[in-house]
């Protein structure tokens, strides 16, 4: 007899079926004889399935039907989930003419095999699932290692990251924009760092552009510029809540792009990212105008860009925004003059809750605008004001303001040119009033007389939990008041010191201290 429609079934793979699942049986009601024949010859066949097997692929011929059956049958065993009520695992199939029992009513949900830590995959069959909205794909992430294998992290729940080593080439890109079109399941998508160029954006955006469920979109240390801002600014009229094109060559002219979108009432765009992304004050007066009327940013990180000439607008804008809520534009070249626009800003703020103006060469002068914001804002709990040329003035001004303040939390005043004395006055601060939790005082010119000092803020303080004074040259004389005075603290559970300020010495003697053991002090 001539048999038609010939087909493959690689019977290793059924193996890996999960253990314990219904019985299905597969039926073809054809007029024709439906037969199968496999390897040896024989006319019909009943093919018994045994999870703890692993028989050789077969060669099946089947007509259009018993085809088509089949198809169904080993889907959705694939596909079974975990739930299903406990069977032993065997299924017989019988594509022969008439009629066909089943051992259980109740059809299996077409659900993916769950994706299991330490297994393989090609991306051919991840983007399967993800055309196939396989719930289990809620964050994608992409590594660029050059490798040609794919690994499963599970981390916790039901949340599945997918991380794939792999050098993103554009059929793959090609093949997962396509996958994209119809998933309503993934919500968040880490292609950073993976050489993407402005060609693969756009690509990939196609297969964005109406999705309703994509709500982080990560595509920082690629190749984006101006040429995709296009395509990549319709999606943030979508679903997507974070963006980040960080560490790209945006540039002014894609700024402006992206600032058009943020405009967009329909936005609902929370989070932004742009750090060193090549921007510069004609781009930058278009994001501060966006600013000004977006009503859904909380979160935008400007830092690395030469914004200077456009500090003031900028600081308008979000004087003008009601929800922004944290603000970095460290290494922006502000100065203190900026510093005293964005100062005005604190003031009348009353959603911003952490600005980070580290890096901007802001000195004394510009402290003193900042410190001034403090004693009237109620609503900040963290600044950084690292690296800033900041002396002992500086400090002592942004200690006054802690008085009045009463709110701030972290305090970040590490990498500048104060020391001792400006840190008595800080500490003075510290031993009546303040709710300071942190405190980053590395990396300055401090000595053992402000060990001392410290010591002495927390035999009274009990609000510090986290104290940096690494990357100072404090010595080993007053270690020993150090560990007195936190027999008495309950609240610092981190000390940050630094082995070459101790010197051996003192590292030596640190390391006879009890309060070195129960891991409050860490030597970095």
Same mark, same amino acid.
């Given at each position: 007899m001539e048999m038609e429609h010939e087909m493959e079934i690689d019977m290793e793979k059924i193996a890996i079926l999960p253990p314990k699942t219904n019985n299905y049986i597969a039926k073809a009601n054809d007029s024709n004889n439906n037969v199968i024949e496999n390897q040896s010859g024989s006319s019909s066949s009943n093919i018994n399935i045994n999870s703890n097997s692993s028989p050789s692929p077969r060669r099946v011929k089947l007509k259009d039907v018993a085809q088509s059956a089949m198809e169904d049958i080993l889907r959705e065993e694939a596909n079974a989930m975990d739930d299903i009520p406990k069977h032993d695992f065997s299924a017989d199939f019988d594509l022969s003419y008439g009629n066909t029992n089943t051992s259980s009513p109740t059809p299996p949900h077409k659900v993916h095999r769950k994706l299991i830590t330490g297994e393989s995959y090609t991306f051919h069959d991840i983007s399967k699932r993800v055309s196939n909205n396989d719930e289990d794909l809620i964050s994608f992430a992409v590594r660029s290692t050059g490798q040609n294998f794919l690994s499963i992290s599970v981390q916790g729940g039901e949340n599945v990251t997918l991380v794939l080593p792999l050098h993103l080439t554009g059929a793959k890109i090609d093949d997962f924009s396509a996958a994209l079109i119809n998933n309503t399941v993934l919500q968040k998508i880490d292609f950073r760092g993976n050489d993407l160029t402005d060609d693969n954006i756009i690509i990939l955006m196609k297969g964005l552009k109406n999705s309703t469920s994509l709500t982080s979109l990560n595509l920082s240390n690629n190749n984006v510029t101006v040429n995709s801002m296009a395509a990549l600014s319709k999606i943030v009229a979508t679903s997507l809540v974070t963006l980040n094109l960080s560490y790209n060559m945006i540039g002014d002219s894609g700024a402006q792009k992206l600032a058009t979108a943020i405009s967009n009432p329909n936005t609902m765009l929370r989070d932004l990212f742009l750090d060193t992304a090549a921007i510069k004050h004609y781009g930058a007066s278009f994001l501060a105008a966006a600013f000004a009327v977006n009503r859904s940013l909380e979160n935008i990180n400007l830092s690395g860009n030469l914004i200077s000439q456009s500090c003031k607008r900028i600081a308008f804008a979000i004087m003008r925004n009601v929800k922004l809520k944290n603000v970095q534009l460290g290494d922006a070249h502000l100065e203190s003059i900026g510093a005293e626009h964005f100062s005005r800003f604190m003031e009348s703020s009353t959603s911003l809750t952490s600005i980070d103006l580290f890096g901007n060469g802001i000195t004394d002068s510009g402290c003193f605008a900042i410190a001034n914001a403090l004693t009237v804002n109620r609503s900040i709990k963290r600044i950084c004001l690292k690296r800033n040329n900041i002396g002992d003035e500086g400090v002592g001004a942004i200690s006054s303001s802690l008085?009045?303040?009463?709110?701030? %939390?972290?305090?970040?005043? =590490? =990498?500048?040119?104060? =020391?001792?004395?400006?840190?008595?006055?800080?500490?003075?601060?510290?031993?009546?009033? =303040?709710?300071?939790? %942190? &405190? @980053?005082? !590395? @990396?300055?010119? &401090?000595? !053992?007389?402000? #060990?001392?000092?410290? !010591? @002495?803020? #927390?035999?009274?303080? @009990?609000? #510090?939990?986290?104290?940096?004074m690494s990357e100072n040259k404090i010595g080993s004389v007053e270690l020993q008041g150090l560990n007195h005075a936190l027999e008495v603290n309950d609240s610092l559970e981190v000390l940050y010191l630094s082995a070459d300020g101790l010197g051996q010495d003192g590292l030596d003697e640190l390391m006879q201290l009890e309060n070195f053991w129960d891991s409050r002090i860490i030597c970095i």
């Open positions: 008085v009045a303040n009463g709110c701030l %939390e972290s305090l970040d005043v =590490g =990498g500048n040119y104060f =020391g001792d004395v400006g840190l008595k006055r800080l500490g003075t601060v510290l031993t009546i009033s =303040g709710a300071l939790k %942190e &405190l @980053d005082v !590395s @990396d300055s010119k &401090l000595t !053992s007389a402000s #060990l001392t000092t410290m !010591s @002495d803020v #927390l035999r009274t303080n @009990d609000k #510090l939990v986290v104290l940096n």
